[in-house]
């Protein structure tokens, strides 16, 4: 059986969908990858990895049942791993909502691939409530200003406390100096505060919001993103 994993932001521009395909490209090393891009994303992860000229058939494609799994993937493969993608639409409207939407890609895919990852939605701006239920992790990245905190616990009454076990949040653009001011929770602090396990923290890095393509080059730019990639597959 496929191993589900949700990789989620409480905000927009959290470096979301970089991560999650950090975490593809480590899973692919050992084993058969699936990566779905159903984010809004302004740069999808087609674009990121290269691939977007290839896109027939995209996400909602397949959730509308205009396609089949096997017609909406198409394959990234480098020098040391290859994984199937699914991509996002094109077109930024171009949209599907249905709570159940993670149970259709259980029964679509549960037993084609060892890892599955989900680029999601951010959460916060999104109007739908989703069954997480079958998800076995949920990667959750959000900034911890104090201003944001009313979010991230809306975020987090999104997810459901039934899920919170499987919850596993990164905290991204964290400054000790802003900390030191009172104007950013520490890890500690906000694992106390919304009783969640936080697997660790990223520093601000403007960065990676210019990358075009990701390659050998950018390789230093994403440092954090591949340490803490690695650590969240350690808990996968």
């Known amino acids: ?8 932001s409480c905000n927009g521009k959290q470096g979301k969908t970089i991560l999650a395909i950090e975490i593809a490209k480590i899973l692919a090393m050992k084993h058969k990858v699936l990566f779905v891009d159903m ?23 397949l959730m509308s049942g205009m396609c089949s799994g096997e017609e909406a993937t198409i394959k990234y493969q480098d020098d040391t791993y290859s994984f199937d993608l699914i991509p996002a639409p094109r077109l930024k409207n171009k ?10 890609f259980f029964m679509i895919f549960s037993k084609s691939y ?12 999104d109007d739908v409530y989703y069954d997480y239920d079958g998800l076995d992790k949920i990667v959750f990245i959000t900034e ?13 009454q999104k997810i459901g406390k039934e899920n919170i076990e499987n919850l596993l949040t990164v905290i991204n653009k964290f400054s000790k100096t802003e900390m030191l001011k009172g104007r950013m929770y520490n890890q500690k602090e906000l ?3 919304m009783r969640i396990n936080i697997i660790g923290d990223m520093g601000f890095n403007s960065d990676y919001e210019s990358i075009e393509v990701m390659n050998n080059q950018t390789g230093q730019i994403l440092k954090d993103f591949k340490a803490i ?8």
Do not use: H
Request: hydrophobic residues 35%; glycine residues 2%.
């Open 1 to 8: 059986m496929s191993k589900f994993t949700l990789v989620t």
């Open 39 to 61: 984010s809004k994303s302004t740069k999808s992860a087609a674009s990121y990895l290269g691939n977007d000229e290839n896109i027939i058939y995209d996400f909602v494609d």
């Open 95 to 104: 949209t599907f909502k249905d709570s159940k939407m993670f149970e259709k």
């Open 114 to 125: 060892d890892y599955i990852i989900i680029d999601g939605i951010d959460l916060y701006q």
């Open 144 to 156: 911890s200003k104090t201003e944001d905190l009313k979010k991230i616990d809306s975020c987090i």
């Open 191 to 193: 694992e106390e505060m």
């Open 229 to 236: 990639a690695a650590k969240i597959v350690e808990k996968l």
